[in-house]
C-alpha cells in the first residue's frame, strides 16, 4: 500500500459482473466483500504507522496533543472504523503521516453491458452499504470500445447504446468535485491549456499555477 500514500484521493474499482472467462481470487462475485477486505488491510495498514508513531523513540517528537490525537484515532481503528475528523488542522496532521483511511475516496462499479443499462444486484449492494461514498457505475468493456473510436463513430455509438456521458468523463468530474478542484483555460495563436486549481481560487493565485511569475507581476 506504500504507493498511494502520496494520493490526493483512493478510487476503489471492484467487479459487479459474472463471467465463466474471468477467473476470480475468491471463485465468488461480491464486490462488497472485495469493498471490506481492501477497508480491513488500510484499517490495518495505519494502525502499524500509529502505533510506529506512538513507539517510546518518536513519542518524544509529538507534542501532548498529538500524543491525545494519534492515541484517539489508534482506537477508532481498533475498533474497525477509518479515520475521521471534521477538523482542518487533525486532517492535515494525520494526512501528512500517510494513512490511508482518512483519504477521501470513489468506488467505481466495474459491470458488464447489462448491468450499465438495467444495473445489477452487485451495484445496488454496494450502494446500500455505502450509501455515504461516492459511487460510479461504469463498463470498461464499453469504454475501451468508445476509446478507439474517433469523435463522430463516438457520438454515434454513445447515443446507440443511450450513453449520455463515457464513465471516464463521469469519473473525473466526480474526482474533481471530491477533491473541491476546478479548471481553468488559456488560449494563444499556438495551443488551448486547462489548468487545475483549488475551487474558488483568485485570479492571481491561479495564475501561480502557470508561473509564479505571473502571480508575482499580476
Given at each position: 500500500?506504500?504507493?498511494?500514500?502520496?494520493?490526493?484521493?483512493?478510487?476503489?474499482?471492484?467487479?459487479c459482473?459474472?463471467?465463466?472467462?474471468?477467473?476470480?481470487?475468491?471463485?465468488?462475485?461480491?464486490?462488497?466483500?472485495?469493498l471490506e477486505?481492501?477497508?480491513?488491510?488500510?484499517?490495518?495498514?495505519?494502525?502499524d504507522?500509529?502505533?510506529?508513531?506512538?513507539?517510546?523513540?518518536?513519542?518524544?517528537?509529538l507534542d501532548?496533543?498529538?500524543v491525545?490525537?494519534l492515541?484517539?484515532?489508534?482506537?477508532?481503528?481498533?475498533?474497525?472504523?477509518?479515520?475521521?475528523?471534521?477538523?482542518k488542522?487533525e486532517?492535515?496532521?494525520?494526512?501528512?503521516?500517510?494513512?490511508?483511511?482518512?483519504?477521501?475516496?470513489?468506488?467505481?462499479?466495474?459491470v458488464?453491458?447489462?448491468?450499465?443499462?438495467?444495473?445489477?444486484?452487485?451495484?445496488?449492494?454496494?450502494?446500500?452499504?455505502?450509501?455515504?461514498?461516492?459511487?460510479?457505475?461504469?463498463?470498461a468493456?464499453?469504454?475501451?470500445?468508445?476509446?478507439?473510436?474517433?469523435n463522430?463513430?463516438?457520438?454515434?455509438?454513445?447515443?446507440?447504446?443511450?450513453?449520455?456521458?463515457?464513465?471516464?468523463?463521469?469519473l473525473?468530474?466526480?474526482g474533481?468535485?471530491l477533491?473541491?478542484?476546478?479548471?481553468f483555460?488559456?488560449?494563444?495563436?499556438?495551443e488551448?491549456?486547462?489548468?487545475?486549481v483549488?475551487?474558488?481560487?483568485?485570479?492571481?493565485?491561479?495564475?501561480?499555477?502557470?508561473?509564479t511569475?505571473?502571480?508575482?507581476?499580476?
Amino acid at each position: 500500500l506504500s504507493h498511494i500514500r502520496e494520493v490526493d484521493a483512493i478510487i476503489h474499482l471492484v467487479r459487479c459482473f459474472e463471467s465463466d472467462k474471468i477467473t476470480h481470487v475468491n471463485s465468488k462475485i461480491n464486490p462488497v466483500e472485495d469493498l471490506e477486505t481492501i477497508k480491513t488491510e488500510i484499517i490495518l495498514s495505519d494502525i502499524d504507522v500509529i502505533q510506529k508513531k506512538l513507539d517510546k523513540g518518536k513519542k518524544k517528537l509529538l507534542d501532548e496533543k498529538e500524543v491525545k490525537l494519534l492515541e484517539d484515532k489508534l482506537k477508532q481503528l481498533n475498533e474497525g472504523n477509518e479515520i475521521t475528523t471534521n477538523d482542518k488542522k487533525e486532517r492535515k496532521f494525520l494526512s501528512g503521516l500517510g494513512l490511508l483511511s482518512i483519504k477521501p475516496k470513489i468506488i467505481v462499479c466495474n459491470v458488464d453491458e447489462d448491468g450499465l443499462a438495467k444495473g445489477n444486484t452487485f451495484t445496488e449492494s454496494v450502494k446500500k452499504k455505502y450509501s455515504n461514498e461516492i459511487v460510479v457505475t461504469i463498463c470498461a468493456d464499453i469504454e475501451d470500445q468508445i476509446m478507439g473510436l474517433d469523435n463522430n463513430e463516438r457520438e454515434t455509438f454513445m447515443k446507440e447504446i443511450g450513453l449520455n456521458k463515457t464513465g471516464l468523463n463521469q469519473l473525473i468530474k466526480e474526482g474533481y468535485d471530491l477533491l473541491d478542484l476546478e479548471t481553468f483555460f488559456t488560449s494563444g495563436p499556438e495551443e488551448s491549456r486547462a489548468w487545475t486549481v483549488k475551487r474558488n481560487t483568485l485570479a492571481p493565485k491561479a495564475a501561480s499555477v502557470i508561473h509564479t511569475d505571473f502571480e508575482k507581476n499580476f
